[in-house]
């Protein structure tokens, strides 16, 4: 029998108070209001919520309709790749996360006990997935071997042993969120998955950033290294999600993952329609990028940076108007490929960059300390051969002029 609407979270009225006419006279109308008050409050807070739970799923359907789009797809046009069925496992991870909430969402469960190990057979599957696209994406020639086959054994036993588990034990209410796990078993079968998820992630980020797919001047200048970095940092905010999930015993958390996880699947959708030779862009990134660390192979950075900080800290050397590229990669004891290489891929900034930076610093502090001496001695001083290429580089590196510069901070 359904709960009665005015005994759900609202204060009650004893019969003797009830039944008193004085009681009715002062109070009776107020308590009356209070209840009514609380009763549509109630009612707009079930409405809300439900159509939030809506909503959820109404996006966790179109985030499975689309993977298995995308998966299609790829299968009709390329179904020999190796690349072809890693991104169809990938989207087939993203799809039992989907199914399990629906099902979660709509109660069903306990009807359909099977589903219960889709966020086991994910979280353990998708760890090997990424890690193998990874491995993919920097190497053209790229076979998986037999050995290769090994990182999905965990998978198979651990859904194996979850099977078990849920057909030889009952549904039980855990601490942490209560049925979305079929029992304790599960729940710590599942954390195990996270754990083992967690370690593929940040092995295939230690791959990225090997190659300098991660660094930050390839992300700016390569629109296929963003979109890995995207995908990464938005896997990485859904693993979070979920542990602040477990940890908080909130299942807001577990729809706020289930959200990122189509956000991706859109993501990837548009990329896949947009972009349909990614892959082979993303290559060519990661070619160059291997030219790149071919010409910085066997070079000390941090000995190199501690050079040039002497040049320019100690001997000043940006006051030389006629320094050059092929002048101060001598000094360092390189080519001036290799140090052009270092500028822009260790410092993000180009030579003329790097060496007017010094003179600027020098030239403020010249500004402050002679405030009356003229600003062309000021830029023949510092290795600035004209006044227009001066306050060019002052205004870049400063974001005003040497005389605004000069009459706003001398008093």
Request: with cysteine.
């Amino acid at each position: 029998m359904p709960t009665p609407l005015h005994t759900v979270g609202i204060r009650q009225v004893s019969p003797s108070k009830a039944s008193c006419p004085f009681f009715a006279a002062f109070h009776g109308n107020k308590t009356l209001d209070w209840e009514i008050d609380n009763q549509a409050s109630l009612l707009m807070e079930i409405q809300a919520h439900n159509i939030k739970r809506f909503l959820i799923l109404i996006i966790a359907f179109h985030g499975v309709f689309l993977a298995a789009l995308i998966s299609v797809g790829q299968l009709i046009a390329d179904r020999k790749s190796i690349k072809t069925w890693l991104f169809l496992g990938l989207f087939f991870v993203f799809s039992l996360f989907q199914i399990h909430y629906i099902l979660f969402e709509m109660g069903l469960l306990n009807k359909y006990k099977a589903a219960n190990v889709f966020p086991v057979t994910a979280f353990y599957l998708l760890g090997p997935l990424v890690y193998l696209i990874t491995k993919h994406s920097l190497h053209k020639n790229y076979n998986m071997n037999p050995h290769g086959l090994l990182h999905f054994l965990p998978v198979i036993i651990a859904s194996a042993v979850s099977i078990t588990f849920i057909y030889s034990s009952d549904l039980q209410k855990q601490l942490l969120l209560s049925e979305y796990f079929y029992n304790t078993n599960i729940l710590y079968i599942g954390v195990t998955g996270w754990l083992l998820f967690m370690v593929y992630l940040f092995w295939s980020v230690h791959q990225l950033l090997n190659y300098f797919i991660l660094s930050k001047q390839t992300i700016l200048n390569n629109p296929s290294a963003l979109v890995v970095f995207i995908i990464l940092t938005f896997l990485m905010l859904a693993c979070i999600s979920d542990l602040v999930a477990f940890i908080s015993n909130k299942a807001v958390f577990m729809e706020l993952s289930v959200l990122i996880i189509t956000l991706i699947i859109i993501f990837l959708f548009l990329i896949n329609f947009r972009y349909p030779g990614y892959y082979k862009i993303l290559y060519g990134v990661v070619e160059n990028e291997k030219k790149k660390r071919f010409y910085l192979k066997g070079i000390n950075f941090k000995e190199l940076t501690s050079k040039l900080n002497y040049l320019m800290d100690k001997e000043e050397i940006f006051t030389d108007e006629y320094i050059s590229l092929p002048i101060l990669a001598q000094k360092v004891n390189l080519s001036q490929h290799q140090l052009s290489q270092f500028l822009n891929e260790q410092k993000g900034e180009s030579f003329s960059s790097f060496i007017n930076k010094y003179r600027i610093k020098k030239a403020k502090k010249m500004l402050l300390e002679n405030p009356e001496e003229k600003i062309l001695s000021i830029a023949y001083d510092v290795g600035f051969q004209s006044k227009s290429t001066f306050n060019a580089a002052f205004v870049k590196f400063a974001d005003m002029t040497p005389h605004e510069f000069r009459e706003k901070n001398v008093k």
